[in-house]
């Protein structure tokens, strides 16, 4: 596919996830197997809070917590002061056992915003800032200011992107898709990059 057109990874995406389930399903095993094996029996579940009104996300982390969720990833990115009371609130009503972690798909306006928002946040523990600003230069100077672990997701497309990321000190953790690279063999080499530079992935 990539020999026929530059581009288009959800597309090849759809095509590659396709062509492994009629593989699997015409040899008789689960797609894993074609992937190399079996690594594990269970995967912890994020769950994610959208752009809410606070009292109906801080309601949602809640339940989820309830549900038996123990990590909560919350949409920020929209205002800083709307922001910090968010997760503080939720942190306070889903107590200290639940890991939470912050997402602004690149929503705040500078690096300094970013880091100013994230810092107030920080007393409530975050696992992890995803994408806090547009960038890697922005973004590195936003993980380098932090406690919190960033992790790169806009800016981590392909096992190039993840190398750049860590030549730049530009992030954490890298934020692995299916979808982004191209499908499940082509996340797998994003995924082989950053085991090799050391960095901690997360799989959405």
Request: glycine residues 8%; charged residues 25%; contains cysteine.
């Amino acid at each position: 596919m990539d020999n026929a057109i530059r581009g288009y990874p959800y597309a090849k995406a759809c095509v590659e996830m396709a062509a492994y389930d009629l593989a699997g399903r015409s040899l008789g095993v689960p797609v894993y197997q074609l992937l190399g094996g079996k690594v594990r029996d269970k995967i912890p579940v994020t769950h994610s809070i959208g752009l809410l009104p606070i009292d109906d996300a801080v309601a949602e982390c809640r339940q989820v917590v309830r549900e038996g969720i123990r990590t909560i990833k919350i949409k920020v990115g929209v205002e800083p002061r709307r922001d910090i009371e968010l997760v503080h609130r939720v942190r306070e009503a889903v107590g200290e056992e639940i890991d939470l972690c912050v997402d602004a798909n690149q929503g705040y306006s500078s690096p300094g915003e970013a880091l100013q928002t994230i810092k107030a946040m920080e007393p409530c523990r975050l696992k992890y800032a995803e994408q806090p600003v547009e960038g890697l230069l922005r973004i590195a100077e936003v993980a380098k200011g932090l406690d919190t672990p960033v992790m790169a997701d806009e800016s981590a497309w392909t096992p190039q992107d993840v190398l750049e990321i860590f030549e730049r000190r530009a992030a954490d953790i890298i934020s692995i898709y299916t979808t982004k690279p191209g499908g499940l063999h082509p996340g797998m080499e994003v995924a082989a990059v950053a085991r090799a530079a050391g960095f901690p992935c997360n799989l959405n």
